[in-house]
């Protein structure tokens, strides 16, 4: 399937894309991720691997429509909520 990516058009099909990824861990996903063969990738990780392309020449918006149309699941990260860990001199200075 054609499709476009930094105004680039690329002829991809969703085996190429699963058999480009599997040989790369996925990083931690903080925006939009995408699930191939099980694992989630972040979006512009998938982008960066399947175009040879900086990451800064495409959006993560064109890759999830890319990697959409290809038949693959994309999804917003969940947010990362840091531990609530109480600081040893909180009840001392009473705040």
Not at 52 to 62: G, I, P, S
Request: proline share 7%; glycine share 6%; net charge neutral.
């Amino acid at each position: 399937m054609r499709v476009v990516i930094a105004r680039f058009p690329f002829d991809l099909t969703k085996s190429e894309v699963e058999h480009s990824m599997s040989s790369h861990t996925p990083e931690p996903v903080t925006g939009v991720g995408v699930t191939i063969d099980g694992r989630v990738y972040p979006v512009m990780q998938v982008g960066e691997v399947i175009t040879r392309q900086n990451r800064r020449d495409f959006t993560a918006l064109e890759m999830r429509r890319a990697l959409t149309r290809l038949g693959f699941t994309c999804h917003d990260a969940r947010p990362v909520t840091p531990p609530q860990a109480a600081r040893a001199d909180e009840d001392v200075l009473g705040w």
